[in-house]
């Protein structure tokens, strides 16, 4: 609890660097927060070299053929094995479960440690603006945060 007389941290902070600083620094913080993971594409998923069939580089040897859409309006054909054209290593799609599994792990765990940061960041803006605590702005966001990382475990 804070006595009359002592000022705190964010009043400080937002004396020191002034109302129209903290709102461009907000804004880059948030564009410089979006566009890393973008720019760098270390939130994405990594793929080994032969994971994906190509047929610039590997020859088919078993497929089956899927529904795309309801009702029966598109098929597509998915790879089940394939052979390296240079080595004639076969490779299948059950062979890289391992991988997607570990990936997806990865991701999750990645998505939502960085978005710890966004979090951070989003409830000192909101305690600096007054607009909300700064312990219930930081649990809905981690809320979303969650949600977020699960979503991106999930689809992985």
Known sequence: MQTPGKV??????????GDQLFKHTELIFWLVF??????????N????PDEVYDPTRHELLKSHVEEAWPQGLGTYMVPDS???GATGTIYSADA???HRQAEAKRLG???FVYGLI???FFAFSRRMKGQ???ISAFRNSLILNAAVALFVFWIT
């Open 96 to 98: 890289f479960s391992a």
């Open 132 to 134: 909300s605590a700064v």
């Open 8 to 17: 705190g941290l964010a009043q400080r902070l937002c004396r020191y660097i």
């Open 82 to 84: 394939w052979r390296h």
């Open 109 to 111: 765990i990645s998505w």
């Open 45 to 48: 998923y990594q793929s080994l």
């Open 118 to 120: 966004g979090c951070a």
């Open 34 to 43: 979006l566009c890393v993971p973008v720019v760098t594409g270390w939130l």
